[in-house]
């Protein structure tokens, strides 16, 4: 079993910056598939980012160029770097993990057996 907890959501004014962090805690010894996932106010979820164990990453096309995906398993925590924030990356931003690679289970969310509770990021125009 795999615990995530997220922290770092908060309300920023467009152009601004957050850091988002994912801290795991149970089996952290197995190898993951890492990712970053977002629902916006009534929206579907949709995959932002995805990291391999050997630290590949992939991106939604929106995000590309403005957010970067990077993890410290020293510490067992993933981290989503959100620059040049827009009104429209307003949403709950959850991380996910699951032992299948990042090719496999790519950006769909019934692929991923471990969430955490989500943070929310509110951006403001």
């Known amino acids: 079993q795999l615990q995530l907890v997220e922290s770092g959501g908060g309300s920023v004014q467009g152009g601004g910056s957050l850091r988002l962090s994912c801290a795991a805690s149970?089996?952290?010894?197995?190898?993951?598939?890492m990712a970053w996932f977002r629902q916006a106010p009534g929206q579907e979820r949709e995959g932002v980012a995805t990291?391999?164990?050997?630290?590949?990453?992939t991106y939604t096309d929106p995000v590309k160029g403005r957010f970067t995906i990077s993890k410290d398993n020293a510490k067992n925590t993933l981290y989503l770097q959100m620059d040049s924030l827009k009104p429209e990356d307003t949403a709950i931003y959850s991380c996910?993990?699951?032992?299948?690679?990042?090719?496999?289970?790519?950006?769909?969310?019934?692929?991923?057996?471990?969430w955490g509770q989500g943070t929310q990021v509110t951006v403001s125009s």
């Open positions: 990291i391999e164990t050997d630290g590949r990453t």
């Open positions: 996910a993990a699951d032992l299948l690679p990042c090719v496999v289970t790519g950006f769909r969310t019934s692929a991923y057996d471990y």
């Open positions: 149970g089996d952290t010894h197995l190898s993951y598939c």
